[in-house]
């Protein structure tokens, strides 16, 4: 059974971090590119970060470039997301994605807020 579980996100001031999380099972976590995403009410789901399966190449979004780090760990199948300089308009739903394939998570609610 495929799974992809996001956990860490949370409530967190302006000008905040949080370190977002997604563990991967069920597939070859390796054999995939892996993405994060957001989406806020009413508005379509953004591509925030992508990583190669080997993790040599990265790509971000405008928005988020310079303040947000994508990583991952093909030995413990994790992706990870350092989210650093939070802005209020980060606000969103997170979703982890394995690209070219249906499997998503079911988001981790991250709100920045003072």
């Known amino acids: 059974q495929v799974q992809l579980v996001e956990s860490g996100g949370g409530l967190v001031q302006p000008g905040g971090s949080l370190r977002l999380s997604c563990a991967a099972s069920g597939f070859t976590f390796s054999n995939y590119a892996m993405s994060w995403n957001r989406q806020v009410p009413g508005k379509e789901r953004e591509l925030v970060a992508h990583i190669s399966s080997a993790g040599g190449s990265t790509g971000y979004a405008d928005s988020v470039k310079g303040r947000f780090i994508i990583s991952r760990d093909n030995a413990k199948n994790t992706v990870d997301l350092q989210m650093n300089s939070l802005k209020p308009e980060d606000t969103a739903v997170y979703y982890c994605?394995?690209?070219?394939?249906?499997?998503w998570g079911q988001g981790t609610q991250v709100t920045v807020s003072s």
């Open positions: 994605h394995a690209l070219g394939s249906y499997y």
